[in-house]
């Protein structure tokens, strides 16, 4: 089974940095790999916030993170990465990551197949 555990989230004020991981097991990464992070704030619906592809190679990011955060991931632990830098009170929310299962990519939540339990970052004006 493929499970994801994310930690590193916290309370930070405008302006700091938090860098959220997210160990990933039993994922096929030799089909090749669709990773993502997500967000979701109190009353709001599930946001795309950054994603990785292997299939083109490419990472995504949100218009109101772009600049700010930074996906990665390093295989030998596992672990993706969502470096959050700049923050605002804004990208206070549940973070998860999820891993989507083969055949293409997006950044429709509703199209991973696995998800994290989630982190909370809040940030402080």
């Known amino acids: 089974d493929v499970q994801l555990v994310e930690s590193g989230g916290g309370s930070v004020q405008a302006g700091g940095s938090l860098r959220l991981s997210c160990v990933v097991s039993?994922?096929?990464?030799?089909?090749?790999?669709?990773l993502g992070w997500f967000r979701q704030a109190t009353g709001k619906e599930r946001e795309g916030v950054a994603q990785?592809?292997?299939?083109?190679?490419?990472?995504y990011y949100a218009d109101s993170v772009k600049g700010r955060f930074t996906i990665s991931k390093d295989d030998a632990k596992n672990t993706l990465y969502l470096d959050l830098n700049s923050l605002k009170p804004e990208d206070t929310a549940m973070y998860y990551c999820?891993?989507?299962?083969?055949?293409?990519?997006?950044?429709?939540?509703?199209?991973?197949?696995?998800w994290g339990q989630g982190t909370q970052v809040t940030v402080s004006s």
């Open positions: 990785m592809y292997s299939g083109e190679s490419t990472t």
């Open positions: 039993g994922y096929a990464y030799s089909d090749g790999y669709c």
């Open positions: 999820a891993a989507k299962g083969a055949g293409g990519c997006g950044i429709d939540p509703l199209i991973f197949d696995y």
